[in-house]
């Protein structure tokens, strides 16, 4: 019997597209180009606003009282000229302002088929604000650091963090968020991704879909979780008061001596030691249970 020649046809298709599928779906032959900027940091306070896509960003910090960036810019292209020369030429927009704090800001030009890979190196001084946003990669902070204001933002990709600051900002979508975050106010949101944090003391919101919540409080502060079709399991410390709601799912609470204001399956409301305590925690969930431990 003769073969379907059509049926052949589009496997060596698919084979061949398969063999030119890449990094983030894009086809094509890839190339990459390398810059540097290094310095040495004048200042005591130190700044970082650093923008790019398809790609990660670390940051690390060193023993050196300089800064070094090492950045891979990549592309794709119908050849590996083309895909070279794309590579070379994606504008890179780098600055250091100086005074009495030194701002580094970066901005990778984006273009389709396009995409950044950034490690960063800094001396251990006081930062300011920190500033890391990207898509389609993950963001890390290597080494535990403390500022006045950071965000983090990424897209498909996993953010990793040991940092403290007055107020922190973590988002990203179809990624988790992990680590240790210490601060005044926190936020955190994900989409697809679970949450498993260790916190400090003060007010935390953390809302995800689809992914479960872990979350170690500190002794203070104000907690509020939420999430659907994942399960919530908050690890409590000292005296608390809580506020627990769920849909279709459960509720256990592993501490005593506990006192009820509310005690119905989906819903608990109450107290451990005294209800106006220093620390307060509200999660609600749907299709997901809620565990309270200690």
């Known amino acids: 019997m003769r073969p379907d020649m059509t ?29 540097l900027f290094e ?14 896509h398809n790609g990660f960003i670390e940051v690390s910090i060193w023993d050196n009282p300089s800064y070094r960036i090492e950045i891979t810019t990549w592309a794709r ?53 920190l500033t890391l946003e990207t898509s389609n ?3 890390s902070l290597e080494d535990a650091l403390t500022a006045t204001d950071i965000s983090l933002t990424s897209s498909n990709g996993q953010i990793t963090a040991s940092c403290s600051a007055e107020d922190i900002t973590v988002t990203t979508s179809n990624g988790r968020i ?15 991704g679970q949450i498993d944090v ?33 399960s919530v399991t908050v690890i409590a410390q000292g005296n608390f008061s809580f506020d627990l709601r769920t849909s279709n799912a459960s509720i256990d609470i592993r501490v005593a001596p506990v006192t009820y204001t509310i005690d119905e399956r989906s819903h608990k ?16 969930t749907s299709n997901g249970m809620i565990i309270l431990d200690v």
């Open 198 to 230: 260790q916190c400090g003391t003060g007010n935390y919101s953390l809302t995800t879909s689809n992914g479960r919540v872990k979350v170690t409080t500190g002794e203070s502060g104000s907690f509020d979780i939420s999430t659907s079709n994942g």
């Open 7 to 35: 049926a052949l046809a589009v496997f060596f298709c698919v084979v061949l597209l398969s063999g030119c599928m890449g990094q983030y779906g894009i086809t094509g032959e890839k190339r990459e180009s390398e810059r």
């Open 269 to 284: 409301k109450g107290y451990t030691a005294e209800e106006d305590a220093p620390l307060s925690i509200s999660v609600s």
């Open 137 to 139: 990669g993950y963001i």
């Open 77 to 129: 292209a119908s050849s590996a000229e083309e895909a070279q020369r794309i590579a070379d030429d994606l504008r890179v927009d780098f600055s250091e302002a100086t005074g009495t704090e030194v701002i580094l800001e970066l901005d990778i030009e984006n273009r389709d088929n396009t995409g950044a890979e950034i490690r960063a190196y800094i001396p251990a001084i006081s930062l300011n604000t």
């Open 39 to 52: 310095n040495t940091v004048s200042a005591e306070i130190l700044s970082l606003d650093f923008e790019s």
């Open 178 to 192: 992990t680590g240790s975050f210490e601060g005044e106010d926190v936020e955190m949101r994900t989409s697809n």
